[in-house]
């Protein structure tokens, strides 16, 4: 029977009550009083030199309160990046300035030029349009492998070339990998693009800065996943605001999905601006300016091989990849393609030599950055299709030797220098095969045939990294930041309990599924406990919600803080008791003696924590709230097998969804019903970025897909009721829930399969394509197939189809 209350019940999230009444406190609900308002006049080129700026008329426009250009931030720190790559030649990466506004040149569209304060949003916008900008233009870099040739216009005219780093990993393992693959029975070879994707959250970025005279304190309120990370960017290495006097407010967010991570211009103008204009300052994105001002994600290039002996037993993988950073280094983009893309090229198989090339290139485009997954999209999407193209070119089921190459034992040591602690890839597997109901397609084939269709069935297998640790480890990678976690439990004199987490909710449910952990440990209602986040003032210093860490990392620290609550508890209960501290016990809300019938409840041993009349104050000093910060030992790996199935439509490559099924490994569950919902939203994402999603520039650096007019999202009409599975369990090892992360997983395990599905659905009409790039459009498809047959005989042995449409 399913659980009622604890870990692995299902109850309704709480949080969901006021979200879906309209009383959430988002940023844009918060309104301080005699605040002004900003308006940014963004770059309308993607490279130029700013020859002048006449702000004249701006400021003598009704309401104007000031105009800001960059000349006012020539004293203020660059926007910084959290994490630094070294090069394979042991040069640390090329790290260019990212002026809050831009000082000289414009990098890319929707730069922030100049900003304008005013009484109103009308009156700025209208005062911005009246900002006088002279820009020579520059030509444009978009290409990577244009932007790195020699002679190509430097996006940065102080770095010598736009090549920010070549990266190798495993570099001793190059010339091992390179025999290995010039020596092998066969040798499969692909190149694919992953797509670059604009986040899209439901709600936009805002800022709301503020600042008092009297005590020279700042408050930013601000759209983060992770305050704690802003306070310190920008405090520190941006304006010199000490820590102590800088708070950071991240109230309800509507969602994230990697992009509001990241320290953004904006955060630092409005803080900036309220005290200089001595009024606080607010900024609301419009969709059309989130665009162009959000970090966007993916954006890769990348040429793979697999080489396999004559038993079709994987022996290495060589990949190179060129991965876009934008005009400008975002916080966490460096690690995205090395640190979180290399060390999952292993997959879940025993490839015992592994080498992965990455070359990272600044063009005048926007910022590239964490993307739900983060590197792990990307490395799974190279490795599942190639081998799924293997398979083909060997006439092998692309499942069985998936099975032939799985690790199947555990711990186990990668070549890409990670460590697999527990999984069970060929459970997975099978479960998958069931809830998919693999044994029925080929009956379903013939019933999409009598109507005309082709169908496909792509199946594919996935790993993740996730709760990036230990500290000592990533600050050796290159991390400016420890990534451990924290939180305090306090409880009160009634035996209500209140936990301050560094962990931040953006839709992940933490107030729903933080208590069912506290409830269980102690054995309370649920309605008892309240979490506490996004506020740096009341919150430990923690890293935020990123990377599926929150009940790995997060979650961990909340447990280890209350077993030292409890301890302490147990103390105050054996006083009372007149027992030692060692015989008593805690179940169900009751301390008890061990082997008798002597106990006390929770809320008399809460009150006797703060009005301590029965046990002496030398022993044991007043209240009961304990801090603690957890740094793991190792990351956690939840993993999986997924399985699409797809119609095309041979009169126009219509490509429609009819099955998708997913088994996941999330080791143990806290709150299954949200777990399938992190599942449901990631898979739709990934059929989103496989089918949809496409961020695209012109040649001079324009962005052709501003607005939804131009970027399609994924509707409910395109989705199919998803099966989803996650009782394939088998509990991390070294947390002390046993968990593993999972809100990434959908949106890494279902382009593949989705993009596998549509190549086998060709096959079965006739149509011999190896890869289309993603997003796989009806026009992308219908050229391919139109390609397929008039290279002959129906097919096109070897074709990448790709490019923009």
């Known amino acids: 029977m399913p659980k009622d209350t604890g870990i692995g019940a299902s109850p309704k999230r709480r949080e969901d009550v006021r979200f879906l009444t309209g009383d ?30 006449d702000t004249a008329e701006a400021e003598a426009m009704p309401g104007v309160v000031r ?92 770095l010598e070339n736009n090549l920010c780093y070549d990266w190798g990993f495993v570099e001793d393992n190059r010339d091992a990998v390179d025999k290995a693959i010039k020596d092998a029975a066969h040798v499969t070879t692909l190149e694919l693009v992953n797509n670059r994707l604009v986040a899209n959250p439901m709600e936009p970025r805002v800022a709301v800065g503020v600042w008092e005279k009297g005590t020279d304190n700042y408050t930013l309120y601000t759209t983060s996943q992770n305050p704690h990370v802003i306070r310190l960017l920008m405090g520190a290495f941006v304006l ?40 606080p300052v607010k900024w609301t994105a419009s969709r059309s300016e989130a665009f162009m001002s959000d970090a966007h994600g993916r954006d890769h290039v990348t040429k793979i091989e697999l080489a396999l002996d004559a038993d079709h037993n994987f022996t290495a993988v060589r990949t190179e990849t ?8 975002s916080t966490f983009a460096p690690s995205v393609p090395t640190w979180l893309h290399g060390t999952l090229m292993a997959g879940n198989y025993r490839t015992p030599l592994i080498y992965v090339n990455v070359k990272a290139v600044f063009t005048n485009t926007v910022p590239v950055d964490a993307y739900r997954g983060a590197g792990r999209p990307e490395a799974t999407f190279q490795l599942e299709r190639v081998i799924d193209k293997a398979a083909r070119e060997l006439g092998v089921d692309p499942i069985e ?63 993740e990294a996730c709760g990036i640790a230990p500290s000592n480890l990533v600050g050796q990678l290159g991390a400016r930041a420890g990534l451990y976690e924290s939180a305090t439990v306090r409880v009160n004199a009634t035996g209500g309990i209140t936990v301050m987490t560094g962990s931040h909710s953006h839709g992940q449910g933490h107030e729903t599924s933080f208590p069912q952990v506290i409830a269980e440990m102690i054995g309370i209602d649920e309605s008892m406990v309240e979490i506490v986040h996004g506020d740096t003032a009341n919150t430990p210093m923690g890293m935020g919600t990123y990377g599926s860490r929150s009940i790995a990392v997060g979650g961990s620290a909340m447990v280890r803080a209350a077993e030292k609550v409890v301890n302490k508890a147990k103390k105050i209960a054996a006083h009372l008791l007149e027992a030692s501290d060692s015989d008593i016990e805690l179940k169900e809300g009751k301390f008890s003696v061990a082997g008798t019938d002597k106990s006390v409840a929770w809320g008399d041993v809460t009150l006797a924590a703060y009005v301590p ?9 007043p209240g009961l709230e304990e801090t603690a910060f957890y740094d793991p030992a190792n990351f956690t790996y939840p993993s999986g097998a997924y399985a699409c199935e797809v119609e095309v439509d041979p009169e126009t490559g ?28 990631g898979i739709a994402q990934g059929v989103g970025q496989a089918l949809l999603e496409n961020c695209s520039y012109d040649s001079e650096g324009q962005l052709l897909s501003a607005s939804y007019m131009d970027y399609a999202m994924p509707r409910a009409a395109d989705l199919p009721m998803f099966t989803v599975d996650h009782s394939c369990q088998t509990p991390c090892t070294h947390n002390p829930l046993g968990v593993k992360g999972c809100g990434e997983a959908g949106a890494i395990g279902s382009p593949p399969s989705v993009v596998n599905a549509v190549i086998d659905a060709l096959h079965s009409g006739g149509c011999k394509i190896d890869h289309i790039d993603m997003p796989l459009t009806p026009s992308r498809v219908w050229a391919a197939m139109t390609g397929a047959a008039a290279a002959g005989h129906g097919t096109a042995e070897g074709r990448s189809v790709g490019g923009e449409v």
């Open 322 to 329: 060129y991965a876009n950073m934008g005009a400008y280094l």
């Open 401 to 463: 030797l998936r099975r032939k190459n799985f690790i199947t034992e555990f711990p186990y040591a990668t070549p890409v220098a990670v460590e697999y602690d527990t999984g069970d890839y060929p459970a997975t597997m099978d479960k998958l095969s069931e809830i998919a109901d693999l044994s029925g397609f080929d009956a379903r084939r013939k019933e999409s045939e009598a109507k005309g269709k082709w169908r496909g069935l792509g199946v594919n297998c996935y790993i």
């Open 24 to 53: 959430g406190n988002y940023t844009d609900d918060i309104n301080v009083h005699g605040q002004a308002y900003v308006h940014f006049l963004r770059s309308d080129v993607a490279h130029g030199r700013i020859t002048s700026i």
């Open 613 to 621: 009349h029965n046990y002496p104050l030398e022993d044991i000093e």
């Open 67 to 158: 105009v800001f250009t960059g000349k006012d931030f020539e004293g203020v720190g660059s926007i910084p990046c959290g994490w630094q790559v070294t090069g394979r030649d042991g040069k640390p990466m090329q790290e260019p300035a990212h002026p809050v506004l831009a000082q000289g040149k414009v990098r890319h569209v929707g730069d922030p030029i100049a900003a304008v304060v005013a009484d109103t949003p009308a009156q700025a916008r209208d005062a911005a349009e009246a900002i006088m900008v002279d820009i020579e233009d520059l030509p444009a870099v978009v290409d990577m492998k244009a932007a790195v040739a020699d002679g190509a216009t430097k996006v940065h005219d102080d």
């Open 240 to 279: 010199g605001i000490p820590e102590h006097k800088l708070r950071v407010v991240a109230p309800d967010v509507g969602g994230g999905f990697g992009t509001k991570i990241f320290h953004y211009a904006e955060e630092a103008f409005c803080t900036f601006a309220a005290k200089a204009c001595r009024r």
């Open 654 to 681: 219509q490509v429609t969804i009819e099955r998708f099924a997913a088994a996941d490994d999330f080791g143990n569950v806290i709150n299954p019903m949200i777990v399938s919902g992190q599942v449901h939203g």
